[in-house]
C-alpha cells in the first residue's frame, strides 16, 4: 500500500535552515506527482514545492521561492525539502503529498492529492 511519512521538522531560529525528508513506500517516485502542503492555524493549506509533473519542472510558490528547494532521491524513494532563510511565517505543519496523476503537481490543488503523510510541525522563532 502507499505510504508517506514525513520527518525533520522541529524549532529552527530565523534566518536557519531545515531539511524535510518523505520516505515514500508502496509505489515508485517517477509514476507521481509528489510534493509538500503546509497549514498553519487560522490559515489556508498552501502548497510550497512539487516535482513529478510531466514537463519536469518543480513549483513554488511566491512565499517560498528562492528559499525552498525541492529534490527527491529515486534509489531510496524519499523525496527532501530543503528549507533557507527560514521566516516565522514559515512556521506550520508540513505534509508530504503524493498522487498518481502526474498533472496534479502544476495544479497544487490539494483535493488532488490523494496520498498524504501524517506532518512534521516546524516552528521558526523570531
Known amino acids: 500500500e502507499v505510504q508517506l511519512q514525513a520527518f525533520g521538522g522541529g524549532l529552527v531560529q530565523a534566518g536557519g535552515s531545515q531539511r524535510l525528508s518523505c520516505a515514500a513506500s508502496?509505489?515508485?517516485?517517477?509514476?507521481?506527482?509528489i510534493g509538500w502542503f503546509r497549514q498553519a492555524p487560522g490559515k489556508e493549506r498552501e502548497g510550497v514545492s512539487c516535482?513529478?509533473?510531466?514537463?519536469?519542472?518543480?513549483y513554488y510558490p511566491d512565499s517560498v521561492k528562492g528559499r525552498f528547494t525541492i529534490s527527491s532521491d529515486n534509489a531510496k524513494n524519499t523525496v527532501y525539502l530543503q528549507m533557507n532563510s527560514l521566516k516565522p511565517e514559515d512556521t506550520a505543519v508540513y505534509y508530504c503529498?503524493?498522487?498518481?496523476?502526474?498533472?496534479?503537481?502544476?495544479?497544487?490543488?490539494?483535493?488532488?492529492?490523494?496520498?498524504w503523510g501524517q506532518g512534521t510541525q516546524v516552528t521558526v522563532s523570531s
Open positions: 508502496g509505489f515508485a517516485l517517477d509514476d507521481y506527482a
Open positions: 503529498v503524493a498522487d498518481g496523476d502526474r498533472s496534479s503537481c502544476p495544479k497544487r490543488r490539494p483535493n488532488d492529492y490523494h496520498y
Open positions: 516535482i513529478g509533473s510531466y514537463d519536469g519542472n518543480s
